[in-house]
């Protein structure tokens, strides 16, 4: 499992959070989202074998979002923050 965290700029949806996180979540191998709206990311824990970051990332702008990745890294868990797993 690895971790992308995404930078979003400029959201055209005003409900930013939930809805892409929803989104998210039913692309293959995506196994948490976690959106930080203070700080405008995203940070997507996947499954390299099913998904790829570059999908991920066109994802988020179908959804709206025009996104730089940040970095990709190998997950410590199969959530986030690792807090509830």
């Avoid at 995506?30 to 990332?57: F, H, N, P």
């Amino acid at each position: 499992m690895l971790l992308a965290s995404f930078t979003l700029n400029n959201p055209a949806n005003a409900g930013f959070g939930a809805d892409i996180a929803e989104k998210l979540q039913l692309l293959p191998g995506v196994s948490d989202v976690l959106i930080g709206g203070a700080s405008d990311t995203c940070s997507i824990v996947y499954d390299e074998a099913k998904v790829t970051a570059l999908a991920l990332r066109n994802a988020l702008h179908d959804a709206g979002y025009d996104s730089r990745l940040d970095e990709k890294h190998v997950a410590k868990s199969a959530s986030c923050c690792g807090s509830c797993s």
